[in-house]
Structures are given as C-alpha cells and as structure tokens.
C-alpha cells in the first residue's frame, strides 16, 4: 500500500520562505515522476512543480525562481523549498505520484487524471 505524507506546511509572512515534505512509504521506485500541486478552496487544484524520471524539473510560472523541488536520498522524501512567498501562494498543497502501470514509467507532467496517489496535503498561508 503506498501512501505520502506531507508536512512542513504553516504559516509565514510575505517575502518569507517554508520547506515541505512527502514521504512516501510502500514507493520504492524512487527514480519515478512525482510533483506538488495546490489548491485554494473553491478553485481547480494546480501543478506547482515536478520532477521527471531523469531528475530533470519543471515548474509553474508562477513560482519559476522562487520554489524548488528535489528528492532525498537518504529514504524516498520529496522536498519542496519555497522562498519569497507571497500570499497568492496560500494554498493546500498536494505530493503525488502518476499512475505508473496505466502510462508508463517515463511519463511527467502537471495532467492531474494521470496522477494516481495523492497525500491529504499541507496547509500553507502567506499573510501581507
């Protein structure tokens, strides 16, 4: 049963920054695609970043050079480093992992239908 845990979520002040994680129990395949989206209630869940099975990443314009992804070694733990936050990034924010067996192992990207697991996500507010 695999299943991901995110934490680090909280609250900061604008210009501020936070770091959250994912850790993902029963996932060994570590080199897999996974990636953070967001979501404010009352509106469609977002992409925010990803990192492909090369190790190679993406991210939404919105948070280009501000946020950062990356994946641990140590034990299969996803990271996402946020700096100069703003309040338009509060949000719920989401780890996920693609449904490998129905698109492939070398599948990546923000297509939300095609991730399959999803942590319950961690609370992130930005305040002016």
């Known amino acids: 049963q695999v299943q991901l845990v995110e934490s680090g979520g909280g609250s900061v002040q604008a210009g501020g920054s936070l770091r959250l994680s994912c850790a993902a129990s029963?996932?060994?395949?570590?080199?897999?695609?996974m990636a953070w989206f967001r979501q404010v209630q009352g509106k469609e869940r977002e992409g925010v970043a990803y990192i492909d099975t090369d190790g190679s990443t993406s991210y939404a314009d919105s948070v280009k050079g501000r946020f950062t992804i990356s994946k641990g070694y140590a034990k299969n733990t996803l990271y996402l480093q946020m700096n100069s936050l703003k309040p338009e990034d509060t949000a719920m924010y989401y780890c996920?992992?693609?449904?490998?067996?129905?698109?492939?192992?070398?599948?990546?990207?923000?297509?939300?239908?095609?991730?399959?697991?999803w942590g319950e996500g961690t609370q992130v507010t930005v305040s002016s």
């Open positions: 029963g996932y060994t395949e570590r080199r897999y695609c």
């Open positions: 996920a992992a693609p449904n490998v067996g129905l698109y492939g192992v070398s599948w990546c990207g923000f297509e939300e239908e095609k991730f399959r697991i």
